[in-house]
């Protein structure tokens, strides 16, 4: 279930295969594998894209693992494809529904009153998921802060159901919950799917409670620091994680859109520390990267999209990526030279431009009618000609959600969506399951 990590949007709303080889012309010389596996992936691509767009089975394309190194002389494989039906196309909301129209016309007062909206929703969601007994295996705790930046971190801890023959739990899986920066949590949003991964990995889920954008905080509030809330999730679990809740010293992460973005800037942050840590990818043993953002200038499939897609637009994610910018340098978080350095394609906020090097084994996913199908794209172009092992995923017809919420998480190409991804993960706890 993992496609070419060269090859575009394969639905009715196919984009040119040219923009993302343009964009990454310079890789054609990286080394001849990489050249074997574009012209594979070109082939491919025409043919998908000559496929009927009416047709009742989807495609789901695989590649895996792909690894670069500037001595490569492995010979590459072309993208398996195995078939699906295509999910449940969400409807067009109403314009004036669109957070971008809302914040437009209405203010940052009432985008938080949509927000709030949207929790009271996911509480009500999670009555109606999470059974009596499971409320027993999510506990709530309270870090303190790694940074000087940063005040205390709440997680929310979930843990497998207790077997009396199952003394030590496989490790520990990092949480960062989606949302775009400005509403979810780590409980009501996502205890049914922390409990299905603790469950189906036998491991304790620590999901971040990180800060949002869209929180009107007056002159004495919080700083706005999701990046480094989750690096202190992060540092815990190193130091302390383990032996608080009888786990076996082995991580996996997980980060879902913006959480995705958030969990990948604070690797890059634990990586570049020298404070004596092991390295990080002796530590962490793989990532999953799931329909992220990670370039907050727009990459083509975004700025195209406009008010298009449901259920979140092109211009939606605009206006996050706004909110979550001009949330980053507000007063407080940086001084006045640090802020003229700082655009929306700097790798502190957009790590598509990050040095990507020295980095665990990803998985990256996303379907073909997602707005932020090129951010995936492009980020796993830069990720394996960084050096690092990569896993690419391509659903045909999924939306920003698939296997996650929506109308498409629960339909037959979202649960193998979110089955892969967790088969991912339990590889890598599995290849050192005896730590």
Not at 4 to 10: D, E, G, H, L, P
Not at 255 to 269: H, P, R, V
Not at 378 to 384: G, K, M, V
Request: negative net charge; contains cysteine; glycine residues 6%.
């Amino acid at each position: 279930m993992v496609v070419n990590i060269f090859t575009m949007t394969m639905s009715a709303r196919c984009r040119p295969l040219h923009r993302s080889l343009g964009l990454l012309l310079f890789i054609k010389q990286a080394s001849s594998s990489l050249q074997l596996l574009l012209s594979s992936s070109r082939r491919i691509s025409m043919k998908m894209m000559s496929s009927t767009s009416n047709s009742r089975q989807g495609k789901i394309w695989t590649h895996r693992p792909f690894h670069v190194t500037p001595a490569s002389t492995a010979t590459t494989t072309n993208p398996s494809i195995s078939h699906c039906p295509l999910p449940t196309k969400t409807p067009t909301p109403p314009l004036e529904n669109r957070i971008h129209v809302v914040y437009q016309f209405a203010g940052p007062v009432a985008l938080e009153q949509l927000c709030q909206s949207k929790q009271e929703f996911y509480k009500t969601q999670f009555s109606s998921r999470v059974t009596t007994e499971d409320v027993d295996r999510i506990r709530k705790r309270t870090l303190s802060s790694s940074s000087s930046s940063s005040q205390e971190v709440d997680v929310t801890i979930y843990l497998p159901k207790s077997d009396p023959n199952n003394t030590k739990l496989n490790g520990i899986c990092l949480h960062v919950h989606g949302g775009g920066w400005i509403w979810g949590d780590s409980q009501y949003q996502v205890a049914h799917r922390c409990l299905e991964m603790t469950e189906s990995m036998n491991v304790a889920v620590v999901s971040v409670e990180y800060s949002l954008a869209s929180t009107i905080c007056n002159d004495n509030g919080p700083i706005f620091d999701p990046v480094n809330e989750v690096v202190t999730a992060l540092d815990w679990i190193e130091n302390i994680g383990a032996d608080e809740l009888n786990t076996k010293s082995v991580y996996v992460a997980s980060g879902e859109s913006s959480g995705a973005q958030l969990l990948l800037l604070a690797m890059l942050k634990r990586r570049d520390r020298a404070d004596g840590m092991p390295s990080l990818t002796s530590t962490w043993k793989c990532l999953n990267l799931v329909y992220g953002f990670y370039d907050l200038s727009g990459t083509p499939s975004m700025r195209e999209d406009g008010n298009d897609s449901s259920p979140i637009c092109g211009n939606e994610l605009l206006c996050m990526a706004d909110l979550y910018y001009e949330k980053i340098l507000q007063e407080g978080n940086h001084d006045e030279q640090c802020k003229k350095k700082i655009d929306r394609q700097h790798p502190s906020i957009s790590p598509m431009y990050a040095n990507l090097s020295n980095l665990p084994p990803a998985l990256i996913s996303v379907g073909t009618a997602d707005p932020l199908l090129d951010d995936s794209l492009f980020l796993a172009n830069r990720y394996s000609i960084c050096g690092n092992v990569v896993e690419t995923v391509l659903y045909e017809g999924g939306e920003h959600g698939i296997g996650h919420f929506g109308l498409q998480e629960d339909d037959e190409m979202g649960r193998r969506a979110r089955e892969y991804t967790l088969q991912f993960m339990n590889r890598y706890l599995e290849e050192h399951d005896t730590c």
